[in-house]
């Protein structure tokens, strides 16, 4: 899940851009979260960061509220709110800025309560002050936490004029108002509470809350357990039932919440984006019955030159295994993407890439690296050189774009690549910049009979067919293949389908690449058929042998 947040975000490593981020409301904590999720794209690192930075919020936070009791029972509840934060980082409509702006607020809850118990209280409210603006204009939200915080540290402590504390909430009150009328926040929502870390769609509630409303609980805790003299061995077993209780808490919150299937999902994304397609085929948490899941996996097929001779190897549910139902959904669409250029249909993957990127706060390199290669084939080579511009001030991308620099305004480089002058071929001459209106078999046929012979276009045009079952379909495919492609030798499951639809003539299928061995292998299944029906055996367990063949799928898939 850390690893494919890398591909939510591209950061730029260009002084405009970074300065752009620190003049926004919370551009600090988005600057550093950017700055470190840039990172997530090799293994382990993700984990070991966020780890880090949750434990030191933990240790902040700690470091803050012993100051309001001697005894260590409540020690356990001040760990929570940052655990918590891992947990929301499960959803992805949770921001990775919430966690570095937690961090940002502890740390300045821990500076406050060092000098507060040193500092006059007119010192003591200015750096309170001086806190709250600066935590507000560079983490956001996160001041609100921070000033009830430090309200409810200095009346328990009951220093000088503890009530002065008040005007760090009103500060905040008046630098929300501030922020929402210039525009620079979008709602009261947005800039009072923890919506701020969350995308647009999603609702806080209770839930995302309960991060910060356990702080300031856990500060009344430490003041009420200060209050009464405990024995150690009541203490020790206060901290263990109040360990286990939150531990409990928090490992039932994470295994309610996650979604093993989106889980898996963002493997196989981050598969994609590395193209390292074995991992995808080799997943064991493939979920067989997801068509986005199918859909990885028989994407993965295509690029290892499988698809036509392991298709049904694997558990298959019609067309749909092969491109699911449009969604609208970002991180669908870049699933789409990826799908559309290896079909060859290069106009409805550069649309939704180029929306996709769009849809993305803060960019998607996955779709930006495809935009380039997009570009690139129609021949925008301005438009493809701004990208690689971009591309080029990425810490992990840089070298890729520089590397497509030969390709620019240099049509012969084009067309003489392997992958980009296929794809520039499979452009058809009227109207390239087709789209998908009239199904994605119409734009298959259209890639096909561009006479570019792109293989997974053709491929993917027979198994959409096959899995469809629609015979009439693939029979006019073969006869169109094999007759602007003589001597071309068809995959062997498309053969299968040809004796599908004519076992009644051997001639037919002969004359289209049907091996005689082949037409054996038929007549045994037929006769395996035969019999079962007659015996009144069951067909699957009979038909094991031919399990991975197209006639097994035709009869029972």
Not at 363 to 386: C, F, Q, T
Not at 402 to 430: C, H, I, Q
Not at 488 to 496: A, G, N, R, S, T
Not at 523 to 542: H, P
Request: hydrophobic fraction near 45%; charged fraction near 15%; include cysteine.
């Amino acid at each position: 899940m850390l690893m494919y947040r890398e591909q939510q975000q591209i950061f730029l490593w260009d002084g405009d851009y970074i300065a752009n981020l620190l003049s926004q409301i919370g551009g600090l904590s988005t600057l550093l979260s950017q700055y470190l999720v840039q990172y997530f794209l090799t293994p382990w690192t993700g984990a070991l960061i966020t780890a880090g930075i949750i434990a030191l919020s933990a240790l902040f936070l700690w470091l803050s509220l012993q100051r309001l009791s001697d005894s260590f029972a409540w020690v356990p509840l001040a760990w929570v709110p940052s655990f918590l934060q891992g947990v929301y980082l499960l959803e992805m409509g949770y921001h990775y800025v919430g966690l570095v702006a937690l961090l940002l607020g502890s740390l300045c809850l821990f500076f406050y309560t060092l000098i507060a118990e040193r500092a006059s209280w007119v010192m003591r409210t200015l750096i309170g002050c001086m806190l709250t603006v600066l935590l507000y204009l560079y983490a956001g939200s996160i001041a609100i936490l921070f000033a009830i915080c430090a309200l409810i540290y200095d009346l328990i402590r009951k220093g000088s004029k503890s009530y002065s504390s008040a005007l760090y909430l009103l500060l905040c009150l008046a630098l929300s108002a501030w922020a929402v009328m210039q525009g620079k926040i979008v709602g009261f929502d947005y800039a009072l509470w923890i919506k701020g870390y969350c995308d647009y769609y999603v609702e806080p509630g209770l839930w995302f809350s309960l991060s910060w409303l356990l702080l300031p609980f856990t500060m009344l805790v430490a003041w009420l357990i200060n209050r009464y003299t405990f024995k150690p061995y009541w203490q020790a077993g206060i901290c263990l039932a109040l360990l286990m209780a939150s531990a409990f808490f928090v490992y039932t919150q994470t295994e309610k919440r996650i979604n093993k299937d989106f889980r898996t999902l963002a493997e196989l994304m981050v598969s994609i984006n590395h193209e390292d397609w074995n991992a995808i085929v080799t997943n064991p948490h493939i979920n067989t019955k997801n068509y986005l899941h199918l859909n990885c996996l028989n994407l993965a097929l295509s690029h290892q030159g499988r698809l036509m001779t392991d298709l049904f190897k694997f558990p298959q549910k019609g067309a749909q295994s092969l491109l699911g139902s449009y969604q609208a959904h970002k991180d669908v669409n870049v699933l789409f993407s990826h799908i559309y250029y290896q079909m060859g249909v290069v106009s409805e993957a550069l649309c939704l890439s180029f929306g996709t990127m769009i849809a993305t706060d803060d960019g998607n390199p996955s779709m930006l690296k495809l935009l380039v290669k997009e570009r690139l084939i129609y021949g925008d080579y301005d438009v493809a050189e701004k990208y690689i511009r971009v591309l080029e001030k990425t810490l992990s991308y840089g070298e890729w774009a520089t590397s497509m620099r030969r390709f620019l305004y240099n049509d012969e480089a084009v067309e003489s690549d392997s992958e980009l002058g296929l794809k520039r071929r499979d452009l058809p001459e009227v109207m390239p910049e087709f789209v998908v209106v009239d199904g994605v078999m119409n734009d298959l046929m259209h890639v096909i009979g561009t006479g570019s012979h792109d293989t997974p276009a053709t491929e993917y045009a027979f198994a959409m067919l096959m899995l469809d079952k629609n015979m009439a379909g693939v029979k006019a495919l073969v006869e169109k293949i094999t007759t602007e492609q003589t001597g071309k030798v068809l995959p062997q499951l498309v053969q299968e389908a040809i004796v599908t639809y004519a076992e009644n003539d051997p001639a037919y299928c002969t004359s289209h690449g049907v091996t005689e061995e082949l037409m054996q292998r038929f007549q045994q299944f037929r006769q395996l058929v035969l019999e079962a029906r007659r015996n009144g055996q069951n067909l699957q367990s009979v038909l094991v042998p031919f399990r991975h063949t197209f006639w097994y799928y035709y009869m029972l898939g």
